[in-house]
């Protein structure tokens, strides 16, 4: 793995550099090489001399000058350190097997090289501006090491990048190292991946790929792996049972100095004597290596008499990697090309459809490493070649304005420009029965006489836009708390009393009960929804079907609560459905601030820009506690630091057991308390860790147990469809769940057991519920398909006790349990757990039965299971070290559920402010990657400047973007 760490102060680095030899005299008796344009403009070449080193890391240059501002600190450098994965250090340091350091040694240079023509930066002041210029040059010296800190074999490079580069200008001034830090896990991947394809030359066999492209060679057992890794097994050993956070300062808490090797034959007899212990005999598997090396390049050399056996043998290689059915991602003209081009084409369509399920649009750099994180045998350069190719045929679109370097997808395009010009194309089509003076003062009277409350402003608003616009689709924008619930009553009330009965639509169960209770409105899942018209679409021919629809649905209004919730498409297949059935209304409520959608999209937000009539409520009533009240303004604001300095009294700092800290504020409060104090916790891992402590104070006060019964539950991996097409994914132990019969692949619906792994033929295999043993190849599943038909899981051990809050992660609606609800274990008793369901009702399951393999504990709840939920008091838990959770729709949604109180626990609050402002969270919609949205919006002003009615522009609008679709513009 990549690691990057600054280097220390310029004093400090003197001593450490020089004095104590750890760069400039490495392990293996090597002293560094200068690499990069940078050291060669600097006249620095071959070997590194400390004394040259050490000038450079303070800045100062060779011809006598210096960069940086005199009498101020100057950071020296930056450490990348690439390390090899175990299995290919023991090939190297114990098997003696040369050909691989250098192998690592020229995909480490390699990657250098690609970091310096994309990452290199520096500052240039212009007219009182700062901006950031490209540079194309680094100085890099590179030192190898055959150790780490428990002296055990370990081959990396320390790549020390100095904080000097050369201007455009020709000036010489310090490096902006903002991209060496943010591009860390693509350069790994850019290294490991160029290393597949070296040591596959040399004979050797790699392993599947894991995270950020690593893999391990075959052959080696993973005990024999962990033995010559005690050093990794401190740092797990220092995490167990600390909760995540603590795990990430594990390696730090652990870390003792690096003592200098004495006598390096005395250390290899000891590796030697330890490998022997564990029957590890690395010989074999080098012999073998060079054998089929040799056999490969006897191959490569032997004449090719036929065309036709060249052709063969590329066709069948890239059905190997691809599976049977053409890639319509593959440009035809790729087969005619060698092996890396055909895998790296293959890469990158696997890439686009991977990143396209998540997002609308991404960074080139995320497609460059969702491609070679497949481990397919291609590098950087070809990877890079075919993402221009699919640019070149209009495929990928690239991004302008702030979206430079961006890529949408041409079908992400269309699908955006089909939301809009559905909504517009309801536009006008409404006949409203009551006018706007008179919707207002029909619900404000309603709410009075019938809820005892009185409208606001914002909630008056949003009244007369759903009663009275002349638009079917129209939006509600409300912040956090602004009372959208409450004005649903009364609406509700006046659209039944029209004729127009309202269906609620929630993304989750508990949404649906909670919209159900807040406003009496009968509601269903938006799935639910989508499944039962869903033919509508799909079968445009059936008259029978539409005449159906419309029986059902015409006068009706459908109100879709946390509409920021719902993806691209999801958000189309509503809106079309909405026009064909002919509903009356079609009312998107939500916060476009608030969590997106766990799919591609934002259309919630998209439908705003693209100027959909809206209503818009901006005070929030929910906040009762007044300094709560202003953190929550502020960070509607996206105020991040302003809410923290505001919430400075309620915060916790903690170093590194944040998860026990929240269990323990918790579990201090009174039992009444405790029922009116919800946990919130950032993501996945720290919410797990906070429920294990919670049981665990719980268990030791007595106040669950005695009874427990052992569980194994079902967590879902976190994968997209195409992930699950490649062999990596699956492991032994797991269990992959088919929702639909996958004809094409012999699946038949239900659970099926992962068995052993035959990646020579491209099959893992499966056990069904009846003991039945499967064949199933991951790379014939359909390219394109529902993207949830197929769900992989890992089995954990789950202990529960009498009195234990559980919550449920799959659905049972014969019995009335429901994904995300949760329930109170009342009894268990030879084998039978009793529960109390959130509506009171118990229900007795007996071991075994499916859903206690569907449970979960439910003391704390992440930010996506909180958005739309309100309690009076809350704790919430944050780490500034989960950088993909620290963003501000996260903190938004966290901030905003409370009524009366905040506890926030946090590492650090400035670090937490400065990684929450650095990142929205925001997902990007495809139009505002290419700015085709801006351009729509010109081409809406434009007409407005004319005579025609503003209610005819909008018509034509959605008439070109339909054109726009159909003519492929």
Known sequence: MLSVANVRSPSAA?????????????????????????????????????????????GELPDGSSVGNPGQWHRPGTDLTFSLPKSWSLLALLGKDERIVEAYREAVIETLAWAEKNAAETRLVEKGQVRTVATGNLAIGLFQHDTNRNQEPNLHFHAVVANVTRGPDGVWRTLKNDRLWSLNTLLNSIAMARFRTSVEKLGYEAGPALKHGNFEARGISREQLMAFSTRRQEVLDARRGSGLEAGRIAALATRSAKAAIKDRGALAVCWDQAAKEIGLDLEPLVEVSHLRAARQEREAARPVTLVERGIARLRAFAARISGEERDPLVPSHVWKKGPEAIAA?????????????????????????????????????????????????????????????????????????????????????????????????????????????????????????????TDRTIAIQGVAGAGK??????????????????????????????????????????????????????????DARQIEAKAALKDHVLVLDEASMVSNADKEQLIRIANLAGVHRLVLMGDRRQLGAVDAG????????????????????????????????????????????????????????GAIVAAERWLSLPPSERERTAIYASGRNLRSAVNEAVQRGLQANGEIGPKKIALEVLDRVNLTREELRYLAAYRPGMVLEVAKPERTLGLRRGEYAVGDIDEAKGIVRLEDERGRQHAFRPARMRKAGKDDNLALFEQRQL?????????????????GLFNADRAKVVSIERGRVTVETSKGEHLQLQEGDPMLRRADLAYALNAH??????????????????????NQQTFLVT??????????????????????????????????????????????????????????????????????IDFGV
């Open 14 to 58: 003197a001593s450490y550099f020089a004095a104590d030899n750890y760069y400039a005299r490495a392990d293996a008796d090597r002293s560094g090489q200068w690499i990069g344009k940078g050291a060669d403009l600097l006249g620095l070449k071959g070997r590194v001399e400390a004394k040259a080193f050490n000038a450079l890391l303070r």
């Open 485 to 542: 619930s409450s004005v649903l009553k009364p609406v509700a009330e006046v659209l039944r009393e029209e004729g127009h009965p309202v269906i609620g639509l929630a993304v989750q169960n508990t949404l649906v009960q909670m919209l159900e209770r807040d406003t009496g409105i009968r509601s269903q899942t938006l799935a639910r929804f989508l499944k039962d018209w869903g033919t509508l679409i799909d079968e445009p021919g059936n």
């Open 602 to 657: 934002k259309p919630f937000a998209l439908l705003q820009q693209g100027g959909i009539a809206r209503a818009e409520m901006n005070t929030n009533l929910r906040g009762r506690d007044p300094v709560l009240r202003q953190a929550q303004a502020a960070a509607q604001a996206g105020l991040v630091r302003s809410a923290l300095d505001h919430l400075k009294g309620h915060t916790v700092e903690t170093q590194g057991d």
């Open 895 to 964: 901030v905003t559920r409370l009524r009366d109180h905040l506890t926030l626990v946090v590492d650090s609050a400035a670090k937490l402010g400065g990684a929450v402002v650095r990142n929205k969270g925001e997902k990007a919609s495809a139009l505002e990657v290419t700015e085709r949205l801006r351009d729509a919006a010109a081409l809406g002003v434009s007409k407005g400047r004319g005579e025609q009615p503003a209610r005819e522009s909008e018509r034509e609008l959605s008439r070109e973007k339909v054109r726009a």
């Open 345 to 469: 084409a293959q890469a990158v369509a696997s890439g686009v459809r991977h990143l396209s399920q998540r997002e609308a649009g991404f960074e080139r750099e995320a497609l460059y490493k969702a491609a070679l994180d497949f481990g397919l045998p291609t590098t950087i350069g070809h990877v890079e070649t075919a993402v221009r190719s699919l640019v070149r045929s209009g495929y990928l679109l690239e991004g302008t304005g702030e979206h430079r370097g961006w890529v949408a997808s041409r079908e992400a395009v269309e699908l955006e420009t089909r939301i809009l010009a559905w909504a517009a194309e309801g536009s006008g089509a409404i006949k409203p029965g009551t006018g706007a003076s008179e919707a207002e003062s029909r619900v404000q009277a309603s709410a009075e006489i019938n809820h005892g409350f009185k409208l606001n402003e914002g909630q008056l608003g949003a009244a007369r836009l759903i009663l009275s616009s």
């Open 865 to 886: 299971m909180a958005q739309g939920l309100t309690s009076d008091r809350g704790i919430a838990v944050m780490d500034s070290r989960e950088r993909n959770l620290s």
């Open 799 to 815: 202990e529960i006790h009498r009195g234990d809050r559980i919550r449920w992660t799959r659905n049972d609606h014969r019995r």
